[in-house]
């Protein structure tokens, strides 16, 4: 029996509402704070998914005194004389933590993958704080085995997780994501980071991380990744700027010509004494004028104003 018009239409206007739900929910989950406790420090961020609807790319602002209430955590280590871990998160008064995802697509399954990370990220560091007084790279590991273990081969996403500290060191950790980007105010150009210092990964979920024995595997992998390692730039004069951003951006293009690095650098030196949120629509704006956008685009501005 062939559906009626009366229930396609049923089901197209059902299948609407449990759109708008996720919209809304995805909303909440993308929201991305700009009032940072940080001394010496504007960071200020924005995504803007292809066609102002879903999409892969994601932010997450890890504020640890506020969100994983700090001063309560480091009485408590201290009440049971965990002095290792009191010490790590007394560190944590000093920082702050982004991270920049990109699952490949634009489509809801893809939001939903975001969304998987999100929640799968923020309740890890709950664990990590816990245990170690600090984010780890086996946070990351862990997370790398479970996209691996849920999604196909076809599904996975790049990342890039830093922690930024009030003297302007950036420690980050790379899967596969578009390296980060320092400005120099004093000198206006972007300055070349030593490849040392910006090591990457595969894309996680793409591999499972060498020498994982998580559970049995019914054949040896066809590929394994190394374990994650840290790497370390630093924003050494006032002004300099930290960029963090997905390949919409970084590989914005309109014909052969690329929007990254010259035209950026370009409308940096104009707009470098403006604040962290200004700059992030500064460069949005500027990137769609140059060309119509053909990819989700995520950014993170970190500035040295002191």
Do not use: W
Not at 161 to 176: C, K, L, M, N, P
Not at 236 to 252: K, P, Q, S
């Amino acid at each position: 029996m062939h559906p009626t018009t009366v229930d396609l239409e049923a089901r197209l206007h059902q299948l609407e509402h449990e759109m708008e739900n996720l919209r809304s929910i995805m909303e909440h989950v993308y929201s991305f704070p700009t009032d940072f406790s940080l001394r010496n420090i504007e960071i200020a961020g924005r995504t803007v998914p292809l066609g102002g609807s879903l999409g892969g790319d994601h932010l997450i602002f890890v504020d640890f005194k506020r969100r994983y209430h700090l001063e309560s955590r480091i009485e408590r280590a201290r009440e049971r004389d965990d002095v290792a871990v009191a010490d790590s998160l007394c560190a944590n008064r000093d920082r702050v933590g982004v991270l920049v995802a990109d699952v490949c697509g634009h489509s809801m399954t893809d939001a939903l993958l975001a969304a998987m990370l999100h929640q799968a990220f923020l309740t890890g560091v709950l664990y990590e704080l816990d245990i170690h007084g600090n984010v780890t790279e086996g946070l990351f590991e862990a997370l790398n085995t479970r996209f691996h273990r849920s999604s196909s081969v076809t599904k996975f996403l790049t990342m890039i997780y830093g922690e930024i500290s009030e003297d302007g060191t950036f420690r980050f950790i790379s899967a596969g994501h578009p390296q980060p980007l320092v400005f120099s105010a004093e000198y206006d150009s972007f300055v070349t980071i030593d490849p040392l210092r910006l090591r990457s990964f595969y894309p996680v979920g793409m591999f499972p991380t060498e020498g994982d024995r998580d559970e049995p595997l019914a054949a040896p992998p066809i590929h394994v990744k190394e374990p994650y390692s840290v790497n370390e730039v630093n924003l050494m004069g006032r002004g300099d700027i930290l960029i963090l951003a997905t390949d919409g951006l970084t590989e914005h293009a309109r014909g052969d010509e690329s929007y990254v690095p010259r035209h950026l650098e370009r409308l940096l030196r104009d707009v470098k004494d403006r604040s962290a949120n200004d700059i992030v629509e500064a460069v949005i704006e500027d990137a769609e004028r140059f060309a119509p956008p053909d990819d989700d685009v995520s950014l993170v501005v970190v500035k040295k104003v002191h």
